[in-house]
Every structure is written in structure tokens, then in C-alpha cells.
């Protein structure tokens, strides 16, 4: 089965800051990669599929990229709102694997 | 609005059974793959299993096979987990999820609690 490891496990910085989360398959899944956010004690949201398409009412500061096995959530200008742990998926056939998580916190 | 409601959990003891429901609502129920993910407490998400939209192609996690059963009753539009052999590292929340507007879980239940504990 394919592994999906995210990397940090976890980040702070500070509002206004660019942050990066890392997502790796460990063999190519196209771009069959989705991120979800969930805020504590909340259902997680869906962010972005297809690697790169941010789902509708996703504020534009989030983006993805990647293709293959090396995958990436980008926060262009963090919010408070933003606090949260990120999830990659992948999607391109079963098991649809979750990476681990990146706890994303507020400096 | 598409919604998903999720029902069934509680508490069992190890080696018990529980059967989960999905009632779903707002969307095309019986043209759309379903799928059942989890989450221990503190813990990140684990996808458990999936149904194709008549049924009959069912996949499972490796934590779950042989253990689990995934259905759906398109008629009500409702889709089960009939967990069978609980064990204490079951115990989740179980959320519903399907891929509606993409092929990744635009939506999700709310989540059922599972408490798997003597």
C-alpha cells in the first residue's frame, strides 16, 4: 500500500507568514491528492483537489501543488482562522490514505 | 442542502457489535460511491471503507477486514458499517464522507462516537 507522509508534524508562525506543508507519496499518484483543514473539535473541511483546485469559498491564500509523490499546501498570509491541523488524501485507488496531520498554530 | 447524519454509536464492550447508519440527503444517494472514515480521540483520520454506488464493490482497510461490513440501502437513502469483534482501538469517531462536487470528500457527516470498553 502507499504510505503519505506530511511534513512538519507540526508549525507555528507568526500572522502574515507564508507557510508550507509538505505531503510525499511513497509511489506516484498523479495528481490525486486532495487537503482537508479541520479546526479543533470540528469536522474536517475540504480544501483543495486534483493537487491544485481549491474547492469554491476556499479563501484564495490557501494554494496546492505538486504531481507524482511530492505534494504542497501553501498559506500565503496566515490567520488566526487558519489555526488547525491540514490532511492530505490520497485518491487515486484503495486504501485512500490519509498522511498524518500538521498542526498548524499561531505564534 | 446535502447533508450526511450519522447514528449508532455508543458504547460497547470488546468483542461486541455495532452497527452504524449514514442517513444522507440532498444529493443523488444512489449514483454516488460512500465512504466511512475514522478518528481515535487525539488522532489523526483513517479512511475505513467504501461502497461503489449499487453495492456491489466494497473495499475495506486492512485494520477493519474480515470485521466490518459496509452497506447501503438506496432506497433510504442510507449507508451502514456493521462492526462485528470490536476492539478497544476501534474506538472513533466514525464520519461518513462522499465524493460529491470532486472525487475527494467534499462532504462529511458530523460523526457517531464509538467507545469500545469493558
Known amino acids: 500500500d502507499i504510505q503519505m507522509t506530511q511534513s512538519p508534524s507540526s508549525l507555528s508562525a507568526s500572522v502574515g507568514d507564508r507557510v508550507t506543508i509538505t505531503c510525499r507519496a511513497s509511489?506516484?499518484?498523479?495528481?490525486?491528492l486532495a487537503w482537508y483543514q479541520q479546526k479543533p473539535g470540528k469536522v474536517p473541511t475540504f480544501l483543495i483537489h486534483d493537487a491544485s483546485t481549491l474547492q469554491s469559498g476556499v479563501p484564495s491564500r490557501f494554494s496546492g501543488s505538486g504531481f507524482g509523490t511530492d505534494f504542497t499546501l501553501t498559506i500565503s498570509n496566515l490567520q488566526p482562522e487558519d489555526v488547525a491541523t491540514y490532511y492530505c488524501?490520497?485518491?487515486?485507488?484503495?486504501?485512500?490514505?490519509f498522511g498524518g496531520g500538521t498542526k498548524v498554530e499561531i505564534k | 442542502e446535502v447533508q450526511l447524519v450519522e447514528s449508532g454509536g455508543g458504547l460497547v464492550q470488546p468483542g461486541g457489535s455495532l452497527r452504524l447508519s449514514c442517513a444522507a440527503s440532498?444529493?443523488?444517494?444512489?449514483?454516488?460511491?460512500m465512504h466511512w472514515v475514522r478518528q481515535e480521540p487525539g488522532r489523526g483520520l483513517e479512511w475505513v471503507s467504501r461502497i461503489d454506488s449499487g453495492g456491489g464493490s466494497r473495499t475495506y482497510a486492512d485494520s477493519v477486514k474480515g470485521r466490518f461490513t459496509i452497506s447501503r440501502d438506496n432506497a433510504k437513502n442510507t449507508l451502514f458499517l456493521q462492526m462485528n469483534s470490536l476492539r478497544a482501538e476501534d474506538t472513533a469517531v466514525y464520519y461518513c464522507?462522499?465524493?460529491?462536487?470532486?472525487?475527494?470528500?467534499?462532504?462529511w457527516g458530523q460523526g457517531t462516537m464509538v467507545t469500545v470498553s469493558s
Open positions: 464522507a462522499v465524493p460529491y462536487f470532486s472525487n475527494a470528500f467534499d462532504i
Open positions: 509511489q506516484g499518484i498523479s495528481n490525486y
Open positions: 488524501q490520497k485518491y487515486d485507488s484503495a486504501p485512500l490514505t
Open positions: 440532498g444529493f443523488s444517494f444512489s449514483s454516488s460511491w
